[in-house]
């Protein structure tokens, strides 16, 4: 090649460099931080796989992230609406046969730890978006912090229009308050509904791991004919609740609040099981780097958090957003200092080191 050829062509390299778009600077400087991910590099893709549970999460992560992703990256998001049972065992045997189905993954506390050999690293200082904008200890070694709020217990004021339920002893209690009940068969169940039990069974917060597993049992055994529906999803949960099928019921508090600020029901911070969802991207997964890309930018723009925040009543990931909350929307916000002291917090690892047991004992006891 020519002196005048090179000379051209790093011109036209150079002019293209001054019209490049932000989003190609985007995805640039996102590429470079990310590039390190497991020593290797890794190949351009654009699409990023992501599975997390359907139903207003994610009409609401569609609205406020992944539309905004692809239009300033390019990079399309395919969504997954799956539970989280599934999520991890679909997760495990991609793991096994070599066919990862999902990049970016929903974890809750328990799942970064027991599925750590599953997990992409996360450099947090690294990433530019992360590092900026995340909520101070909201990114981790594996993943990082998507939502916040709690199980909490909610009630029809209908059934109950002198004063509903107002701890897990109270929901436990049918001859004070009957009626049929509703809990989750789904996520976390084998650990949030016998924690409750222990809970209601009078064990203290602090108190209750290691957890005396056949002890909230037996105080299951006894409410076991009172649940009238085991519900699979938010949105499930709601319609037993709006069809009257139940008349108060453990529940994601993205779903209390809606369903409190229909007027036609109610519930409380008091002893609800803090409920943290978080993303991690899976190791080995189509599109690792795209993944990582899409945790740096969901981590920013305080704005969109709080138009997020309000449809599903999780606080999120951006450290501008708590500022930014109207005074009439604290009482249902679970990262208000009233309502968040008042979260019961899980011993995470004691989980992870049992989950399996758990599980078991839960499926065996739901289905004698």
Known sequence: MSIDSKTSTTTRRQTSRRQATRRDVLAGALGAATFAIGGRALAQSKEVIIATTGGLMERSLQEHFYKRFETETGIKVRSVPIELP???????AGQRSGNIPFDVVTATPPDLIQHAD????????????IAAHALPNGCFPSGIIRTAGGMALTWSKKAFPNGGPQSWADFFDVAKFPGPRSLPDTGDREWW????????????????????VDRAYK??????????????????????????????????????????KSGEFDFTWNQAIRDVGNWAVLKGSPNV???????????QNGKEHVAFSE???????????PGLVPPEERRFRPSWPDNWSKLVIAD???????????????????TK
């Open 219 to 260: 105080k299951l055994d006894a409410l076991k004919p009172h649940i009238a529906a085991w519900w699979k999803s938010g949105d499930n949960a709601m319609q037993i609740m709006r069809g009257g099928d139940a008349v108060m019921m453990m529940v994601y508090s993205s779903r209390s609040v809606p369903l409190a």
């Open 118 to 129: 599953l997990l992409a690293p996360i450099d947090c200082a690294g990433l530019p978006g």
């Open 86 to 92: 599934d999520q991890w065992a679909r997760a495990r």
């Open 193 to 212: 509904v016998p924690l409750a039990a222990l809970l209601a069974d009078g064990v203290a917060p602090d108190k209750a791991f290691p957890m005396d």
């Open 311 to 321: 449809k599903v009543s999780f606080d999120s990931n951006n450290r501008e957003a």
């Open 289 to 299: 780097q795209n993944g990582v890309k899409f945790l740096d930018f969901f981590v």
């Open 348 to 366: 995470y690892e004691w989980i992870a080191v049992n989950r399996n047991a758990l599980r078991e004992r839960w499926v065996t006891w739901l």
